[in-house]
């Protein structure tokens, strides 16, 4: 049995290294000149690093423990059918609470989350990883194109409804010692964050309140959330 279990666990490390290392070829850093965006190398490292075993459906080299909603392979959360897949878009937080040098446990009613990579998998190099850690810190972007302007009358509806409970004026709540909602950052709020977050919310509500519907956000109210969000008062720089 014990010799079993251990020709398992090397069959799932060399697997995964095999993906993640381009086959035979020994693994190679995704070089990222200027302002890391999604499109401008991150994605490229996180399909390559990341997104064999972050992929919805599962792929064989998925652990059985992995999360089933997180497909790095894409950019945007998405529906499929009535299901959330969170995207590449949607972990930005982890990265600010350092999930790529230690496992994770700040967020409540959430799985622990083991450092990334495992440890059969690549390692980030440390300018990957600072990369990263740059495109978390500015919203983790796309791409560098411009968001619409908002109108932050229009946003202060669907902010109340869905997000206040959570972020409360910007500075998030507290289960304990942690978070019911992250303290939100000035810096990253972008709409691709905001409809990110939408959909996910939506998602846990049923039925949704005030007519909303499990539907993706549009861009101007996205943007009109956005702008509303700027002038909170207890943001975290």
């Given at each position: 049995m014990m010799r079993l279990t251990l020709l398992l666990l090397l069959g799932l490390a060399v697997a995964c290294s095999k993906t993640d290392t381009l086959g035979d070829e020994p693994p190679r850093e995704v070089a990222?000149?200027?302002?890391?965006?999604?499109?401008?190398?991150?994605?490229?490292?996180?399909?390559?690093?990341?997104?064999?075993?972050?992929?919805?459906?599962?792929?064989?080299?998925?652990?059985?423990?992995?999360?089933?909603?997180?497909?790095?392979?894409?950019?945007?959360?998405?529906?499929?059918?009535?299901?959330?897949?969170?995207?590449?878009?949607?972990?930005?937080?982890?990265?600010?609470?350092?999930?790529?040098?230690?496992?994770?446990?700040?967020?409540?009613?959430?799985?622990?989350?083991r450092q990334m990579p495992l440890d059969y998998g690549t390692p980030l190099t440390q300018a990957e990883k600072d990369a990263l850690v740059a495109w978390s810190a500015v919203g983790s972007p796309k791409n560098s194109a411009v968001d619409p302007t908002g109108d932050k009358n229009n946003g202060a509806g669907p902010y109340f409804t869905y997000c206040v409970q959570c972020h409360d004026q910007g500075q998030g709540t507290f289960y304990g010692e942690q978070y019911y909602g992250a303290p939100i950052r000035r810096a990253s709020i972008t709409t691709a964050k905001v409809k990110s977050m939408w959909l996910y919310r939506v998602s846990q509500l049923d039925p949704a309140p005030n007519g909303y519907s499990l539907q993706p956000l549009d861009d101007q109210t996205a943007a009109d959330i956005k702008a509303f969000m700027l002038d909170l008062s207890l943001l975290e720089d």
């Open positions: 990222i000149s200027g302002q890391p965006t999604y499109e401008n190398g991150v994605g490229e490292l996180l399909k390559l690093k990341c997104g064999y075993c972050h992929v919805v459906p599962a792929s064989d080299l998925s652990p059985d423990n992995i999360v089933t909603d997180l497909d790095l392979n894409q950019y945007e959360t998405r529906l499929a059918g009535t299901q959330v897949v969170r995207g590449a878009d949607s972990i930005g937080r982890w990265i600010k609470e350092g999930i790529l040098d230690h496992g994770v446990n700040a967020f409540y009613n959430s799985a622990d989350a």
